[in-house]
């Protein structure tokens, strides 16, 4: 709507991940970092938490983008899944293709050959879970299992957990303390803070080709304010800060747009302490 006003190309602030408007933010390249090293290190279990809207789902996408063709990756992004759910999954996400009247005993020895033949091609197996803290306890059980197959040098399977602080709490509990403890690598996303925020705003600005800043100095101050530097939330307010520019024909979003998109918000306004 907005976007002829602005000279953009693209939505800056879309509410869907996308790759084309990744941010290197230091939080992420950190996470990035740990989980390239993880895997190449073939570790069993990776775990990357975060707040809703952090930017897990983004941070997944971009490991599924950039991984080599050393890896064989199965990428889960419905964890809602009974333990035959599972195996079912993985199964046909690794390319397993078998007619589906076998038993799971039948299905859990396809798999573990499956494994077994995919490594001895020098294609190391990854399953990536996105919302992992929504997966039901035998599910994360039969995945612990799914992990004891390994070589003198590295696990068959390796898993990368991504999912909210949740994911931490269930994971202390004394019914999964052998899935904790081959949790090899760990990082927790963090949100971004003032200077990170004018960054991440300018990088999707520029990704959509904007030639010149749309925020006042003021408004930024107050978005980050008010969305406590959580990525989504700071483009829910840029859009919504946007349209309201464009209504009043302005060529910046600046404090009192910001205000009202604040205002409108409500899982930031009360947040925010920047409101009359």
Same mark, same amino acid.
């Given at each position: 709507m907005?976007q002829?006003?602005?000279?953009l190309?693209?939505?800056?602030f879309?509410l869907t991940?996308?790759?084309a408007?990744?941010?290197a933010?230091p939080?992420?390249s950190e996470?990035?970092?740990?989980?390239s090293l993880a895997?190449a290190?073939g570790?069993g279990?990776?775990k990357?938490?975060?707040?809703v809207?952090? $930017?897990?789902?983004l =941070?997944?996408r #971009? %490991?599924?983008a950039?991984?080599?063709?050393e890896? /064989?990756v199965a990428?889960?992004p419905?964890p809602?899944?009974?333990p035959a759910?599972l195996?079912?999954a993985?199964?046909?996400e690794?390319?397993?293709?078998q007619?589906?009247?076998?038993?799971?005993?039948?299905?859990?020895?396809l798999?573990?050959?499956q494994?077994?033949?995919l490594?001895?091609?020098?294609r190391?197996?990854?399953?990536i879970?996105?919302e992992?803290q929504?997966?039901?306890?035998d599910?994360l059980?039969a995945l612990?299992?799914l992990?004891n197959?390994?070589?003198e040098?590295?696990?068959?399977?390796?898993?990368?957990?991504? $999912?909210q602080p949740e =994911?931490?709490? #269930? %994971?202390?509990?004394?019914r999964f303390?052998?899935? /904790?403890q081959?949790i090899?690598f760990?990082?927790r996303?963090?949100?971004m803070n003032?200077?990170?925020?004018g960054?991440?705003?300018?990088?999707r600005?520029?990704?959509a080709?904007?030639?010149r800043?749309?925020?006042?100095?003021p408004?930024?101050g107050a978005?980050?304010?008010?969305?406590?530097?959580?990525?989504?939330l700071?483009n829910?307010l840029?859009?919504k800060a946007?349209?309201l520019?464009?209504g009043?024909?302005?060529?910046?979003a600046g404090w009192?747009?910001?205000?009202?998109?604040?205002?409108d918000?409500?899982?930031?306004?009360?947040?925010?302490?920047? =409101?009359?």
């Amino acid at each position: 709507m907005y976007q002829q006003h602005f000279g953009l190309s693209d939505k800056p602030f879309g509410l869907t991940p996308s790759t084309a408007f990744y941010c290197a933010l230091p939080s992420h390249s950190e996470a990035a970092a740990v989980l390239s090293l993880a895997l190449a290190e073939g570790e069993g279990f990776i775990k990357i938490t975060g707040e809703v809207g952090t $930017g897990k789902t983004l =941070l997944c996408r #971009r %490991l599924l983008a950039t991984l080599g063709p050393e890896f /064989a990756v199965a990428y889960l992004p419905n964890p809602d899944l009974t333990p035959a759910e599972l195996r079912w999954a993985l199964a046909l996400e690794l390319g397993l293709k078998q007619a589906g009247n076998i038993d799971q005993q039948q299905l859990g020895q396809l798999l573990q050959r499956q494994l077994i033949g995919l490594a001895a091609n020098g294609r190391w197996p990854v399953v990536i879970i996105d919302e992992a803290q929504a997966l039901p306890d035998d599910t994360l059980e039969a995945l612990r299992l799914l992990t004891n197959l390994e070589t003198e040098q590295r696990k068959l399977l390796q898993v990368v957990l991504l $999912g909210q602080p949740e =994911l931490d709490q #269930r %994971l202390g509990q004394h019914r999964f303390r052998q899935l /904790a403890q081959r949790i090899s690598f760990h990082y927790r996303l963090r949100p971004m803070n003032r200077q990170e925020l004018g960054q991440y705003v300018s990088h999707r600005l520029h990704c959509a080709g904007a030639s010149r800043p749309l925020f006042t100095g003021p408004a930024l101050g107050a978005l980050h304010r008010a969305s406590r530097g959580i990525p989504r939330l700071v483009n829910i307010l840029c859009h919504k800060a946007l349209l309201l520019a464009y209504g009043k024909g302005l060529a910046r979003a600046g404090w009192w747009q910001m205000r009202h998109a604040i205002r409108d918000t409500e899982s930031c306004y009360r947040a925010a302490r920047v =409101l009359p």
